[in-house]
């Protein structure tokens, strides 16, 4: 029986003389041998570590030889068996969850002495080609060289296919928890599955010239708020992103060229961590209020549909305010937690969608709207022209709660 994984071997005695581990462990190859001898007729057993440099391998003995097992992160591939002799701390990661369970049960019956029903391995050396298994890396590019039968290495931390007439993500890959970076572009994909949220490690995602229409709400709440860093939406057929778009708070580079964005989400400016954002060649007539929160080093709006800005503001003031209007308002101001737990899901959309006045406060249906242009340098380093004319403002439009709030900004309007 063998397991593929991360390993490192800690003593305890290091700490005791005053030394650190590397904190890092090297790939490995764990078989569980058994060794019969006449002089002692019950089988022992073994647990042997096997590194590319070191193929011969380092063997543990297991019977009665555990202190304790760490299998608290087992399902994201983790665990630590504590040996009493030598004292030392064996640490596993990236492993396959369901091969470390499995591998370290048949472990727990060898410490016990039990004999183990699987098939145990031999004290041979491993072959280079079992490291091989440890592939972090697989880029795939035609459609002949993509894996049908056969499935892709648990350990992949980069896949790329490419090219492969993909109409739908493969629920293989959904499996590869270690994934960091994966490539889908040049496919035919539609829809993404919800499940993309589980791959935790998720930082790049690259969906460029695809059919996707649109990006999940399940998607944005998932845990790629967390993880993920670089999304590539280009060359796609998408008309609008979510409100809850925004909350993928770790974005920093996001690309939509040659989409069908008829709009941006229109708390952008949520996007704290943003610095690349490219969307050229979509339907934007103006920009939102909150692109003015964006702190960018590169900008790209080229080709975009902009219109001019209109000279006279909208009013759609009530007086006085609506129940639902200055409660609104209240629960925004003072930052009150609100879910659909507490209050009905259209007022939650209502909140999340809600107008942010030049004064701060916010506004939900009673407001002032104008549109004036900015230029895109107050909000990047480097602005790709928006025009064949030179051009580097564009419309963004502004909101404000009150009359005074109105008057007191006009100059900005002018
Ligand atoms: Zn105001």
Redesign the pocket.
Known sequence: MKLHCEVEVISRHLPALGLRNRGKGVRAVLSLCQQTSRSQPSARAFLLISTLKDKRGTRYELRENIEQFFTKFVDEGKATVRLKEPPVDICLSKANSSSLKGFLSAVRLAHRGCKVDIPVSTLTPVKTSEFENFKTKMVITSKKDYPLSKNFPYSLEHLQTSYCGLVRVDMRMLCLKNLRKLDLSHNHIKKLPATIGDLIHLQELNLNDNHLESFSVALCQSTLQKSLRTLDLSKNKIKALPVQFCQLQELTNLKLDDNELIQFPCKIGQLINLRFLSAARNKLPFLPSEFRNLSLEYLDLFGNTFEQPKILPVIKLQAPLTLLESSARTILYNRIPYGSHIIPFHLCQDLDTAKT?????F?LNSFIQGTTTMNLHSVAHTVVLVDNMGGTEAPIVSY???L??YVNSSDMLK
């Not at 006045?357 to 406060?361: I, S």
């Open positions: 006045c030049v004064c701060g406060r506004c404000f709660c009150s005074g709030c």
